[in-house]
């Protein structure tokens, strides 16, 4: 037999080792121009506002030569209008110069949007101080708040008569219409927003209607329905009834919004930790939206503050204090207005102008209470210990 043979085993290069990779360090360039800072959105530099306004000043007096010198076009409005325009073309012009294309589009959006700001505020300043203005001089006299007009004929002056009833007035109408719809309200956004079915589409539906009905049309149907129908007497409670009627679609509406804002994981948190419906709804839902239900809270004073039809219809005018509001008429703001801006004397139209100034006021005093009120509490707010817990405390630390 013959010896096995061997085949001499084939010796493989060995591989060559991974390339270590190397960090490249950054080297400045000394000899190199600064480098150009590239545009971002923010606060504007000094040279952008300083080319605003010189745009706007110079598209000014481009207007006045134009409306008051070259063109037939005299009186402030034209002015305006012209101001206006020219403005737009002049920042328009100037930031082109300097800048690119989405820089003149937010130039010219920011200069319209910012105009009309300017103009809606200046219509509620003009208006607010023509209103005070009228009606400063009743308004230097403490009676004009504290007394009633019994008595008091229309040439007489400021220091005899006065708003003190129909403030009065005012102030139980709206704590009566208040107290009507407020619970109403939020019970209907409540059934809507947690309860739903098929019958909250139809209760959403009417709501939806009744908040664009005419005020004249709700004075109507108070007084046809509880005045001749029920035979109940024209009063403050009467007045309060068509204010409930105007406030009342106004807090069903906003208040359902505000409850569809609340996160639905408060909701599945509380029933997950055996809550009811109707707790998780008090505890968590209406807590979580206060702030947003003062605010329609506000919305719908501010709608029946100023009616005037429905309370001419139901309540008609008195000269006296009245404080029992089922018992014959009332007199409000609203009719106390009505009833001197109709009149021929001018004391009593600057009367009236007073009393809108009070009522607007009021409106004022009345919204600042309710943010207040719905304000919510700091997170970071923390109780100071008083000495009664630093002394149970004492024992439990020792």
């Known amino acids: 037999m013959s010896a096995p043979t061997t085949t001499p085993t084939e010796v493989l290069p060995a591989a060559d080792p991974a390339p270590v990779p190397a960090t490249h360090l950054p080297q400045r360039d000394l000899d190199a121009a600064p480098p150009v ?13 300083l080319t605003v306004v010189g745009a706007w000043v110079s598209a000014f007096a481009l207007a006045w030569v134009l409306t008051q010198r070259l063109l037939p ?8 209008i012209a101001w206006f325009v020219l403005g737009l073309v002049t920042s328009a012009v100037t930031t082109s110069m300097s ?21 809606v505020g200046a219509a509620l300043l003009s208006t607010v101080l ?78 939806e209607a009744m908040t664009a009905l005419p005020s004249i049309v709700a004075g109507l149907f108070v007084y ?9 007497p024209r009063s403050g409670f009467a007045a309060a009834m068509a204010l409930s009627v105007m406030m009342l679609p106004i807090i069903a509406r906003a208040s359902d919004v505000v409850l569809r804002v609340v996160p639905g994981g408060l909701r599945e948190a509380s029933l997950a930790l055996g809550a009811s419906r109707w707790r998780t ?23 029946g503050v100023g009616e005037t039809s429905p309370v001419l219809l139901t309540s008609g005018v008195a000269t006296f204090f009245v404080t029992d509001p ?17 009149s021929p004397e001018p004391m009593d139209i600057e009367r009236a102008f007073a009393a809108a100034t009070v009522l607007l006021v009021l ?36």
């Open 99 to 119: 800048g690119r294309r989405v820089d003149v589009v937010d130039r010219v959006v920011a200069g319209v949007i910012t105009s009309g700001a300017v103009l």
């Open 130 to 207: 023509f209103v005070v203005y009228r009606g400063w001089e009743p308004l230097l006299h403490l009676n004009f708040f504290v007394d009633d007009m019994a008595g008091v004929g229309p040439r007489d002056p400021f220091d005899r008569g006065g708003i003190g009833h129909a403030i009065l007035g005012s102030v139980i109408e709206l704590g009566i219409a208040i107290a009507v719809t407020l619970p109403l309200g939020i019970g209907t956004a409540v059934f809507m927003t947690e309860v739903g079915g098929r019958f909250a589409v139809v209760v959403r539906t009417i709501v």
């Open 37 to 49: 800072p590239r545009p971002r959105l923010g606060r504007p530099t000094a040279e952008e506002q």
């Open 363 to 398: 409106v004022l005093a009345l919204f600042v209470v309710a943010r207040l009120v719905a304000r919510p509490a700091r997170a970071g707010a923390r109780r100071t210990p008083t000495r009664t817990t630093r002394a149970k405390r004492a024992p439990e630390e020792s």
């Open 281 to 303: 709804v008090w505890h968590v839902v209406l807590p979580t939206a206060r702030p947003g239900l003062a605010t329609a809270l506000i919305l719908g004073v501010a709608r």
């Open 224 to 232: 046809t329905v509880l005045i001749v129908a029920l035979g109940f």
């Open 326 to 342: 089922t018992d014959g008429v009332m007199n409000s703001l609203p009719l106390f207005i009505f009833k001197g801006a109709r």
């Open 73 to 80: 076009l005299a009186g402030a409005a034209w002015l305006v």
